[in-house]
Structures are given as structure tokens and as C-alpha cells.
Antibody, heavy 121, light 107 residues
Framework: QLQLQESGPGLVKPSETLSLTCTVS??????????WGWIRQPPGEGLEWIGN???????YYSPSLERRVTISADMSKNQFSLKLNSVTAADTAVYYC?????????????WGQGTLVTVSS | DIQLTQSPSFLSASVGERVTITCRAS??????LAWYQQKPGKAPKLLIY???TLQSGVPSRFSGSESGTEFTLTISSLQPEDFATYYC?????????FGGGTKVEIK
């Protein structure tokens, strides 16, 4: 059964870099039927797609974030990561990692439980 | 970018009621639309993909339909566990935009 789990600091200072890791179990991230993605949700607000990575290393980012975001994968650890630099309070959110299957219309399933990242000095 | 307009943003309904949520795309997305349910403090859960295909394990009271660029999520008989926020998402092209959400609360 495919499962994802986010990890990383819960507090980041303004102007610094937010770094999160998603550990995948139950499938290899090399699987060619999955993209691996990040989605975030500011407190009390809706969902925002951040970006995806495919096992080939191809990445796709939200235009509103692409100048600051990098998604990468570590095949040896079966993990993929998110880096968001120059953060501000507006980047405070729950960050989710999720698998985006080539089946099921490319929808996101499953999701990690999410991790709250607060940007504050 | 494709925009999704979800309505209503909030609705109040009673147990047993039929509930309909609409998601309108700014351009054609064929059937590349998914619906998710999110409960407070939890990750979203996939309900429907390809506009009308029920994800495995999702109760049959949930259904999805499409007409052109208008997509509908229907709950035929609202149950206590269905009170949550629902989001649509288009999956035909990047960026993978979500709708603004519909919060379903108890009347």
C-alpha cells in the first residue's frame, strides 16, 4: 500500500529556505506510473498546487512559485524534496506531499498527512 | 492558465438532503477533473476522478457529472460524516489548479 510521509522543520525564519522531505513507502519513486507532488494550504484557506517531479527528473512548477521553488528526488532513499527559498509569512501553510497516478485521471492519491510550516522570526 | 470557479463557497444542509456543488472551468478540460473531500486537520481525500468515476471505497451516494465546462458533485443523501470541505481540481494541463472549495455545514 502506497504511503507518503512529510518531514522537516516546523519553523523557518523570513528570507531563509524552507526544506521538506517526503518519504515514500509501498512503491518505488522510480515507478513510471506516478508523478510526485507538493501541495500547500495556508491556515483557513484553500489548496495550492506547488509542483511535481517525475522519475525521469522532469519537474513542473506553479508559475507563481517557480522562481523560488525546487523539487528533487533521491532514488536511493525513495524520497523527494521541496525547497522554497526567500520565504515570507505568506508561505506559512500546511505542506502536503502526494502521489499523482498516471491512472485515475492523473489525480492526487494518496496524500501524506501534511506538515505545518510557520515562517516567523 | 485554466481557472476553476467553484460554487457555492459555503452551504448549510441537513442530514438526508441532496447536495450539489458546481465547478466551472474557464476553458475545456474534457473529463480531466477530480473531486476531493477534506475534513478539519486532515489531508484531502480523493472522491472522484475523470469527472465521474468513483474512487474505490467511496460511498455510492457520491456522484460526479459534466456538461461542457461545468462539472457537478452530488451527494444524494447527506450523511453526518459528509460535513467537510470539497475541492475540484483540473488535471489536463499545468498549473494544476484547484477550485476555491465548498464548505458543507450542518443546518
Amino acid at each position: 500500500q502506497l504511503q507518503l510521509q512529510e518531514s522537516g522543520p516546523g519553523l523557518v525564519k523570513p528570507s531563509e529556505t524552507l526544506s521538506l522531505t517526503c518519504t515514500v513507502s509501498g512503491s518505488s519513486i522510480r515507478a513510471n506510473n506516478y508523478y510526485w507532488g507538493w501541495i500547500r494550504q495556508p491556515p483557513g484557506e484553500g489548496l495550492e498546487w506547488i509542483g511535481n517531479i517525475f522519475y525521469t527528473g522532469s519537474t513542473y512548477y506553479s508559475p507563481s512559485l517557480e522562481r523560488r521553488v525546487t523539487i528533487s528526488a533521491d532514488m536511493s532513499k525513495n524520497q523527494f524534496s521541496l525547497k522554497l527559498n526567500s520565504v515570507t509569512a505568506a508561505d506559512t501553510a500546511v505542506y502536503y506531499c502526494a502521489g499523482r497516478g498516471a491512472t485515475r485521471g492523473g489525480s492526487f492519491d494518496p496524500w501524506g498527512q501534511g506538515t505545518l510550516v510557520t515562517v516567523s522570526s | 492558465d485554466i481557472q476553476l470557479t467553484q460554487s457555492p463557497s459555503f452551504l448549510s444542509a441537513s442530514v438526508g438532503e441532496r447536495v450539489t456543488i458546481t465547478c466551472r472551468a474557464s476553458q475545456g478540460i474534457r473529463s480531466y477533473l477530480a473531486w476531493y473531500q477534506q475534513k478539519p486537520g486532515k489531508a484531502p481525500k480523493l472522491l472522484i476522478y475523470d469527472a465521474s468515476t468513483l474512487q474505490s471505497g467511496v460511498p455510492s451516494r457520491f456522484s460526479g457529472s459534466e456538461s461542457g465546462t461545468e462539472f457537478t458533485l452530488t451527494i444524494s443523501s447527506l450523511q453526518p460524516e459528509d460535513f467537510a470541505t470539497y475541492y475540484c481540481q483540473q488535471l489536463i494541463t499545468y498549473p494544476l489548479i484547484f477550485g476555491g472549495g465548498t464548505k458543507v455545514e450542518i443546518k
